[in-house]
C-alpha cells in the first residue's frame, strides 16, 4: 500500500532563516506530488505541483521554492522566511488517472518568529 | 487558475440534525469533486467524491450532489452524531491535469 511521509511535524523558525521540508511517497511510481499550505482559520492553497522529476509548476508568487529530485521525494524550500510564511503545510500526492484522489501527510506546522 | 467558494464558513447543528455545506467553482472544465474530512490537527482525509458525469452519490449519511450547469455542489450529512464535527474542505479539479483546489473549508460542530 502506499504511504506518504512528511517531516518535521512541527518547526519554530526565526524570521531570515533558510526552510527545508521534506516529503517521500512510498508504494507507487511516478506520482503527481503537491505542496499545500493552510494558514489558521483558511482553506487549502496550493503553492506547488509535479508531475514528474525536475518538473515543478508554481501557482502563486511567493517566498517559497520547490524541488524534485528523486521520483518519490519533494521538498519545499526557502532561503530567508517571512512572518507571513506561517503556517500548516501539507505534501500531497495523486496518481493522476483514474483514481484521481489526493492523498495527504501528516503536515508541518511552522511558525516564524 | 480554479476558484472555488464553500459556504458557509461555520456550521452548528443538533445531533440528528441534518448539515449542507455548499461549494461552487468557476472552471466549467473541472469534473472531479471531491469532499474531505479534516479534524483538528489532521491531515485532510477523502469522505466522497463526484465526477462530472454524475449528478448524486450517496454513502451512508453522507450525499453529494452536482450542478454542472450552475457549476455549483453539496455536502449533506444526515443524522449528525458528535464524531462529525471537523473542518470540511470541497474542493474541484480537471482529471487530466489532476491539480486540485480547495474552498476555504466550513467548521462543523454538532452539538451533543
Known amino acids: 500500500s502506499q504511504t506518504i511521509h512528511q517531516w518535521p511535524a512541527t518547526l519554530v523558525q526565526p524570521v531570515g532563516s533558510p526552510l527545508s521540508l521534506e516529503c517521500t511517497v512510498e508504494?507507487?511510481?511516478?506520482?503527481?506530488l503537491y505542496w499545500y499550505r493552510q494558514a489558521a482559520g483558511r482553506g487549502l492553497q496550493l503553492l506547488f505541483y509535479?508531475?514528474?522529476?525536475?518538473?515543478i509548476s508554481s501557482e502563486v508568487p511567493q517566498n517559497l521554492s520547490a524541488s524534485r529530485p528523486q521520483d518519490r521525494q519533494f521538498i519545499l524550500s526557502s532561503k530567508k522566511l517571512l512572518l507571513s510564511d506561517s503556517g500548516f503545510y501539507l505534501c500531497?500526492?495523486?496518481?493522476?488517472?483514474?483514481?484521481?484522489?489526493?492523498?495527504f501527510g501528516q503536515g508541518t506546522r511552522l511558525t516564524v518568529v | 487558475g480554479e476558484n472555488v467558494e464553500q459556504h458557509p464558513s461555520t456550521l452548528s447543528v443538533q445531533e440528528g440534525d441534518s448539515a449542507v455545506i455548499k461549494c461552487t467553482y468557476s472552471?466549467?472544465?473541472?469534473?472531479?469533486f471531491p469532499w474531505y474530512k479534516q479534524e483538528l490537527g489532521k491531515r485532510p482525509q477523502l469522505i466522497i467524491d463526484?465526477?462530472?458525469?454524475?449528478g448524486e452519490k450517496k454513502d451512508q449519511r453522507i450525499a453529494v450532489t452536482l450542478n454542472k450547469t450552475a457549476k455549483h455542489f453539496s455536502l449533506h450529512i444526515t443524522e449528525t452524531q458528535p464524531e462529525d464535527s471537523a473542518v470540511y474542505f470541497c474542493a474541484a479539479s480537471i482529471v487530466h491535469f489532476n491539480k486540485f483546489y480547495f474552498g476555504s473549508g466550513t467548521k462543523l460542530n454538532v452539538k451533543p
Open positions: 500531497a500526492w495523486g496518481t493522476g488517472t483514474v483514481n484521481t484522489e489526493a492523498f
Open positions: 463526484i465526477r462530472s458525469n454524475v
Open positions: 472552471d466549467s472544465a473541472s469534473n472531479y
Open positions: 508504494g507507487t511510481s511516478n506520482p503527481n
Open positions: 509535479s508531475v514528474g522529476i525536475g518538473q
